[in-house]
């Protein structure tokens, strides 16, 4: 069955958005639905990650300067990472009041990106049992998510999730599995098979990974 809708996907698509040179403001709503499924999923490492990124450059953040949520009859402030990641709340009452996220900018344009991903305490040394159940849920995900995305209008085919992509906060190699793994800046991608889930030999990374995303087949 072909996974849909996985990795970064624009807010155009996703919730339909606002923006202008300064503020960029976009309906709760959507966010809402997504954390949704990932809570009913009760995962212990996916989740799903909200980030605002350089329209240009997807791979820079938004330089935010700061945000809000706002209904009409409150507002409150909107926690955000200079990663550009939006920190929001998963609260059925901003659902029902129609909230809306407003966020100020100082980037030319932006765009909202939505990214499954798995953050844990991972060491410099990760068992590829450890990294098997991360993919697992990773897949899992995938497959809600596509459940909920395919009764939507908008929603396309993605390639299929073979493996895991692991993301380091500068320039990491493999130590001790080259081969296995290949290395681009600060990103290592390595496919998973079955025999992953019950091999305890360690993979030694030059540094700790930060977060696990899907390895999407071309």
Known sequence: MNKRCVGLVSAALLFGSTLNAAEFAVSYDG????????????YLLASVGFYLVDGQTPSLPCDILSGRIVTEQYEQPLSFTDKGQLLLPFEKQLDQDKAV?????????????????ARDDYSQSVTKQQLFATYQELDKLMDDLS???????????????????????????????????????????SKVDQSWETQKDAVLFSQAPVRILPYLEK
């Open 147 to 189: 459940g909920f995305l395919m009764s939507k209008v908008f929603s396309f085919l993605m390639p299929h999730m073979t493996g895991i992509t692991v993301e380091f906060t500068d320039l990491a190699e493999a130590v001790n599995d080259k081969e296995q793994w290949q290395c681009v800046k600060n990103r290592c991608f």
């Open 31 to 42: 966010f809402y639905d997504r954390m949704k499924v990932v809570n009913k999923g009760d």
């Open 101 to 117: 996220i407003v966020v100020q900018h100082s980037s030319a344009q932006c765009q909202l990106q939505m990214q499954i991903e």
